[in-house]
């Protein structure tokens, strides 16, 4: 199992996600729980690469607009971000 690293700019994110139905975050957490064990993401979350500013890290759609960034090192599962489109990608 990959061990969990939450940006600073992660924390704050989350704080504003916490907002959402319990049904979101626990949706949420699944979909990290899935990438911790390295299982493949169900297609439903349109996982991919980024590129630009945000090279080598990937992103999902835990919802239409709710966006996780992360990053898989050799052992760790990195949280870079979660938000909105218009939130993280400015």
């Known amino acids: 199992m990959l061990e969990l690293e ?4 992660f924390k704050k994110d989350f704080k504003k996600i916490a907002k959402l ?3 979101d975050i626990v949706e949420v ?3 990290i729980k899935q990438l911790q064990l390295g ?3 169900s297609e ?3 996982d991919h690469p980024l590129s ?3 090279k080598n ?3 999902c759609h835990i919802k239409p607009d709710l966006v996780l960034i992360y990053k898989i090192d050799t052992d760790s599962l ?3 971000r979660i938000g909105t489109h218009s939130e993280l990608f400015r």
Request: no cysteine; charged share 30%.
């Open 44 to 46: 439903k979350y349109l």
């Open 78 to 80: 990195k949280l870079a």
């Open 57 to 59: 890290y990937r992103d």
């Open 52 to 54: 630009d500013d945000w």
């Open 21 to 23: 139905s319990i049904t």
């Open 29 to 31: 957490g699944h979909v």
């Open 39 to 41: 299982k493949t993401l």
């Open 6 to 9: 939450y940006s600073t700019q």
